[in-house]
């Protein structure tokens, strides 16, 4: 489950020579992945999958004839998912010989939380739920587990081994710090210490997240009304910073987004102004909630989207990469991104006089050093900003893709192309305004998103184009049709087309397109890419 405990797997399924590159673009997924290894033999990423697809492969097997048994690993921290209760209660139901290796260790990935993680009572739940018990068990005698498990090959249905573990046995430094060395890049053996992970990234400058944070604390300091919802991320959302202020305010829910979406929901409606800190691929799950139980009611719940937009190692299951598109689709929903961090402390302020749901999205990574405002006041809602003027092209970006437009303008301003910029800071709703200015002084734009091309800002644009009957050319930049790979954050906006250059190639090609300019041949044109998307 989750696929953050596969290393050691994949240390002994052939892998052990490229683990020194796990995670970068030509090494190993930090997940369990079916592309990389006939032994991955279904993919992970998130949490509380892992009893649903054992058991259907379990299920396959007994209709196809075969006599493999199906073991999964879960631990107490997926376990409180929902998804997980389903499985177990099905599997209950369906009596094939599944084997569920239950590791109980308390922690998610900060400690565990809910009912479930406070009673000793494991065996009355699970045979509650018509499942076989075994244990508990200490899952760090070897020669015990490995005899339990041997015994075990022969269950005729749905078993559970209740093994009991402590995170990061067996190295002092995740012993002492099992919270910190949940996922953890490289690092000194001997010391503990951790190498630099990005050597792009300013080591003062502080994170979106930390800023998210921040300014969490500054809108609690005005409004008593503001709550704060993770789904057990408290760390990788902010709301541990947030909570060293006003612990009082935050709820964790464990690894249960639909919950927290609808147990906002049900706070929005008494009058609370709940904020669900959740990572944009998290949020997918919880799509129907966020339909249904708050956008249908038009409940005032705030979304604070972090890891937006391609994050890096994680790879494809932690890209947050479809949440304009999912998100700008439900009717009454504002969407918006924030270039700066006072952009992200003004985008809360507007979210919380706003009595309507609002989607906010953040990247992963450094944040632009600046100081946040004593009295930050709202945006008008819908509307962008024309940051830099020009004649040839029009450059309309979103969020932290703003700085590379500026970047592109420089750029194309040297070979002779006017490059007007504009933060559209809004996919929901677009500043028609503003765009339309564009359409007709410029004739040409091309829109640059952290998100899938299709469904996006530039999907939105093209819409409000043709229901104003506007007809500039325009180039849509972002993620194409595909998943992209793990690897490092630059060259995977290098990979896709959104790096400074690469905009300055299209905007130059469109340009070129109408009067034949170009741009110096020194520069380099892109070869296409698969997950390159370019829409024209």
């Known amino acids: 489950d989750v696929g953050h405990q596969a290393y050691g797997h994949k240390m002994l399924t052939g892998r052990r020579r490229f683990m020194q590159r796990i995670k970068k673009g030509d090494g190993p997924s930090g997940f369990l992945r079916r592309s990389e290894s006939e032994y991955d033999v279904f993919g992970a990423g998130h949490a509380g999958t892992s009893v649903s697809a054992g058991l259907g492969i379990s299920e396959a097997t007994a209709r196809l004839g075969g006599s493999r048994r199906s073991v999964v690993v879960i631990g107490d921290g997926a376990a409180t998912s929902g998804m997980s209760f389903e499985a177990l209660n099905h599997a209950g139901e369906l009596e094939r010989p599944l084997l569920v290796v239950f590791n109980d260790n308390g922690m ?196 604070a989207m972090d890891r937006a937009g391609l994050v890096g190692a994680d790879g494809p299951t932690h890209h947050g990469l479809l949440d304009l598109a999912y998100l700008r689709v439900i009717p009454g929903m504002v969407v918006a991104a924030p270039r700066d961090p006072v952009e992200l402390q003004r985008l809360m302020v507007t979210a919380l006089a706003e009595n309507r749901p609002f989607a906010i999205r953040f990247p992963r990574g450094a944040a632009p050093v600046m100081e946040l405002e004593d009295d930050a006041r709202p945006f008008p809602v819908g509307r962008g900003e024309l940051l830099r003027s020009g004649d040839d092209v029009a450059l309309v970006a979103l969020g932290k893709t703003v700085d590379a437009a500026l970047e592109a303008a420089d750029v194309l301003a040297e070979a002779g192309v006017s490059a007007a910029v504009a933060d559209a800071r809004f996919v929901k709703p677009l500043d028609a305004c503003l765009l339309g200015e564009l359409a007709e002084s410029c004739g040409r734009v091309v829109t640059i998103e952290d998100h899938s091309v299709h469904g996006g800002l530039g999907s939105a644009v093209l819409e409000l184009f043709a229901e104003r009957g506007l007809r500039p050319e325009v180039k849509c930049l972002g993620v194409g049709d595909a998943f992209v790979d793990h690897g490092d954050t630059d060259g995977q906006w290098k990979e896709v087309g959104i790096d400074p250059q690469s905009i300055a190639v299209a905007a130059r090609d469109l340009v070129k397109g109408r009067d034949g300019r170009a741009l110096p041949p020194s520069w380099p044109g892109r070869a296409s890419r698969q997950s390159q998307g370019t829409r024209a």
């Not at 430094?173 to 210490?193: Q, Y």
Request: proline letters at 6%; hydrophobic letters at 40%.
């Open 108 to 303: 998610s990935i900060a400690p565990n939380v809910g009912g479930l993680s406070k009673t000793d009572r494991a065996r009355e739940y699970f045979e509650a739920l018509g499942l076989d018990y075994v244990g508990p068990i200490d899952g760090h005698d070897v020669d015990l587990l490995v005899d339990e498990l041997g015994r075990l090959r022969e269950i005729t249905r749905a078993t559970v081994l209740h093994v009991r573990t402590k995170k990061g046995r067996g190295y002092a430094p995740a012993e002492a710090d099992p919270f910190g060395w949940h996922a953890t890049g490289a690092f000194d053996i001997a010391s503990g210490k951790r190498k630099a992970s990005s050597p792009s990234a300013s080591k003062s400058a502080p994170t979106w997240t930390a800023v998210f944070a921040d300014v969490l604390s500054y809108l609690a300091d005005r409004d008593p009304r503001m709550v704060a919802i993770t789904a057990a991320m408290p760390d990788g959302t902010g709301l541990d910073r947030f909570a060293l202020t006003h612990p009082d305010r935050v709820y964790d829910v464990g690894i249960a987004e639909q919950h927290a979406v609808t147990f906002a929901a049900g706070l929005a409606t008494e009058g609370l102004r709940p904020v669900c800190a959740i990572y944009s691929s998290f949020l997918q799950r919880a799509f129907d909630q966020v339909v249904h139980d708050v956008a249908l009611q038009r409940l005032p719940v705030i979304f």
